[in-house]
Nanobody, 126 residues
Framework: QVQLVESGGGLVQAGASLRLSCAASGRTLSLYRMAWFRQSPGQERDSVAAITWGDGRAYYADSVKGRFTISRDNAKSTVYLQMISLKPEDTAVYYC???????????????????WGQGTQVTVSS
């Protein structure tokens, strides 16, 4: 089993930057890929970014390309999401997800992940 804990969310103004962290614990050696998703009240959970644990290949949703960067620190078993030029529409609860590689599917598909964190709130004011 893998446990995920997100941190780094907060309240910022439009145009600001923020870095989210997701620390993994448990059987971290089995991880194949990790990702960030976000969800606003009453809406579906949308993809943000994903990264393969081994080679660091990254994937991004069109809505965040050029503004968000996903990265990982293997030694710390931690994945980061660096967000710049934040917009009010980026406001959401951001969730970290992990997959052991047994699932099939696109890296940005929520169904491709079996482990989820509790989420961290990001609020961007106008």
């Amino acid at each position: 089993q893998v446990q995920l804990v997100e941190s780094g969310g907060g309240l910022v103004q439009a145009g600001a930057s923020l870095r989210l962290s997701c620390a993994a614990s448990g059987r971290t050696l089995s991880l194949y890929r990790m990702a960030w998703f976000r969800q606003s009240p009453g809406q579906e959970r949308d993809s943000v970014a994903a990264i393969t644990w081994g080679d660091g290949r990254a994937y991004y949703a069109d809505s965040v390309k050029g503004r968000f960067t996903i990265s990982r620190d293997n030694a710390k078993s931690t994945v980061y999401l660096q967000m710049i030029s934040l917009k009010p529409e980026d406001t959401a609860v951001y969730y970290c997800a992990a997959d052991s590689g047994l699932n099939t599917g696109h890296p940005l598909g929520a169904g491709s992940y079996t482990y989820w964190g509790q989420g961290t709130q990001v609020t961007v004011s106008s």
